[in-house]
Each structure stands twice: as structure tokens, then as C-alpha cells.
């Protein structure tokens, strides 16, 4: 049986840490602030905020919720997002996507203040991420693959990394962030010829392919290291979820691997808080990057 990376332990350490950074501001007089900008209300997007608010509590960090009506104009929506951008009480600020079909998403991505999107949502923070300058904040599910990796102890300096996936806000740049730290870094997708045998010679496979269990024994060898991004609906037992790997099928192979639940999802609300907390850090003059 493979050794399971839980979520949890990163995120309490994580915790622990941010804690202390956010009560040393408030002595300061400072309280980081994260804004959320909500269009419509998607159940998805409501149970994400309730997470995100629970977090932002039990850490001390301040947070209020933007919402608009979905039917609102492109028009309204760039000025309240142009609004809440240059609210200096505001430190880190999420847009829940996708916006409604009507409106220009990319537009109002790029309307986002780069020194307060801490999930990377416009595209000037993917050239940061993608340029190796650390004052841009990558997208909050990489970050946590990274910070889980780290908190592991496993090396990546030098190692074989398949990372199956090439969506701009978890496969590319969670390839950027290991190449950051000296892994040889192989993107894979959809085309890829061979896929099974290609993802079985890495030391390290992300699966970041939004298909429920699809990575299973076939794309594996013993000594490997799993991580699963992949959030689906479990088709077998609709109403809950499942990763994008079969579990039950690589568990007996493989070295290590992250649950689903309980693993990488854990850790990336509170990087959320995180990148908040460094962009309070930043904007007060406190921190370079
Ligand atoms: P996308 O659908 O945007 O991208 C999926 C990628 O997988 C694409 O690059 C696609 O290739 C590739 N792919 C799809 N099917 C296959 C296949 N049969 N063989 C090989 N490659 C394939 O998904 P996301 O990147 O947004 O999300 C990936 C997973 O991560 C999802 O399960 C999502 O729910 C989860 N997720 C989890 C988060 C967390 O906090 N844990 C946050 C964000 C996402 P191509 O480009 O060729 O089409």
C-alpha cells in the first residue's frame, strides 16, 4: 500500500504559520483583507465561498463577498470590478469563473490588479508566473501541489515529472512551478501518443485531467509519486467525488499518493489565504515578493 499525502497536515502547518504572520500585522493596525467577486450564485460557487469564509476566519483574515446579479452588463461589471480593484481595503481578490456566456471573461480578467490577484486570474500574472518573477501570484491549485511536494520532502531537483494536463490554470503552470524547481517537467494531453507508457516513466505524475479515475495500474510503476488534482463527480456513486486517478488500482504499485478527498483540494483554500497575506505583506511595504 502506497503512503498517503494528506492534505490536511499541510494545510494545519500552513496554518500555523499564517497565524502568526496575520497577528503580527494586526499589531501593526493592519488586517489582510480578501475581496470576492461573485456573479450570479452557482451552488458551486456558493460552497466554495463558505470554505473560503470559514478559512479566512479561523486565520483572522478579513472578507467580503461582491455580488452582482447574473444578468448584469459588461459594462456594470468592468466598473464594479475597476471599483473593488482600487479598494485599498481589499488585499487579495477572487472572481469566481466561468462568468455568464455574455460576457467578455478576458476583459474582465485583465481588470484585475495584478498586486492583488492571488489566483492568477489575469493574464499579465501568467506572464509572471511563466517569466520565473516572483511577484506574481501562480494560480492557488499548482501553488498547493508544490507546498504539498515540499512539505513531503520529496525531491524534485532532477527528477522525471509527467504532469497530464495543459489547462492554463493547472497543468501549465504547475509545470512552470516544477521547472522552478529543477524537475524535468513533460506536459501530456489529449494527443499524447502512448500516454499510459509515457506517464509510467515518471518519478512524479500530477494528474490534472478532469476525467474520473482514469489513470489507472497501467500508467504506473512501483516507486512512483501521485498527484491527484482531479475533482469529478464519481460516477459510480453520483452526489460525491472521486480524482482523476483509480486509487484502488495504483495503490498497491505506487510509493506515495495524494487522497481524493483529503488531498491537494485540502491545502488550496488556505494558499489562497496565503497569497493574500504575502500581498498584504507587499502592499504595506513589508515584503519584496
Ligand atoms: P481542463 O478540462 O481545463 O483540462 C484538462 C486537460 O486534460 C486538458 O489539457 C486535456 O487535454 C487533458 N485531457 C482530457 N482528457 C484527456 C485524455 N483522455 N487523455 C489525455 N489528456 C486528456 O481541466 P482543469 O485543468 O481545469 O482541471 C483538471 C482537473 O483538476 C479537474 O478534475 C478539475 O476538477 C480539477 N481541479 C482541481 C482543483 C483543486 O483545487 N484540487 C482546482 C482546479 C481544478 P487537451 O488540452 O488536449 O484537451
Known amino acids: 500500500m502506497a503512503e498517503q499525502l494528506k492534505g490536511k497536515a499541510v494545510a494545519d502547518f ?33 460552497f466554495y465561498e463558505k470554505g473560503i469564509r470559514k478559512t479566512c476566519s479561523s486565520l483572522g483574515l478579513d472578507f467580503q ?7 448584469i452588463s459588461q459594462v ?27 460576457l467578455d471573461e478576458q476583459k474582465i480578467r485583465s481588470l484585475i490588479p495584478l498586486e492583488k490577484d492571488v489566483d492568477c486570474m489575469n493574464l499579465g500574472s501568467a506572464g509572471k508566473v ?38 492554463l490554470i493547472v497543468g501549465k503552470p504547475v509545470a512552470m512551478l516544477l521547472l522552478r524547481e529543477h524537475a524535468t517537467v513533460t506536459i501530456c494531453h489529449s494527443r499524447t501518443v502512448e500516454l499510459a507508457a509515457v506517464c509510467a516513466e515518471a518519478d512524479i505524475l500530477v494528474a490534472a485531467v478532469g476525467r474520473a479515475r482514469m489513470v489507472d495500474a497501467a500508467y504506473v510503476k512501483s516507486g512512483q509519486t501521485i498527484i491527484d488534482v482531479g475533482i469529478n463527480e464519481d460516477p459510480d456513486h ?35 489565504c496565503k497569497q493574500t497575506v504575502i500581498a498584504c505583506e507587499m502592499q504595506n511595504g513589508l515584503r519584496q515578493s
Open 65 to 71: 463577498v461582491f455580488p452582482y446579479p447574473e444578468d
Open 130 to 167: 511563466f517569466a520565473d518573477d516572483v511577484t506574481g501570484f501562480p494560480p492557488c491549485t499548482p501553488t498547493a501541489c508544490l507546498d504539498l511536494l515540499k512539505f513531503y520532502d520529496i525531491p524534485l531537483q532532477g527528477k522525471k515529472v509527467i504532469v497530464l494536463g495543459r489547462s
Open 14 to 46: 500552513m496554518k500555523t504559520e499564517l497565524i502568526k504572520r496575520v497577528e503580527a500585522l494586526k499589531t501593526g493596525g493592519i488586517t489582510p483583507k480578501l475581496g470576492i467577486i461573485r456573479v450570479g450564485a452557482r451552488p458551486d460557487d456558493l
Open 238 to 272: 453520483p452526489g460525491t467525488y472521486c480524482g482523476d486517478v483509480d486509487f484502488a488500482s495504483v495503490d498497491p504499485i505506487v510509493a506515495k499518493i495524494t487522497p481524493v478527498p483529503g488531498g491537494v483540494g485540502s491545502v488550496t483554500t488556505v494558499v489562497l
Open 76 to 102: 456594470a461589471l468592468e466598473r464594479a470590478v475597476r471599483e473593488v480593484g482600487n479598494n485599498n481595503d481589499i488585499n487579495g481578490l477572487l472572481m469566481f469563473a466561468p462568468l455568464p456566456k455574455n
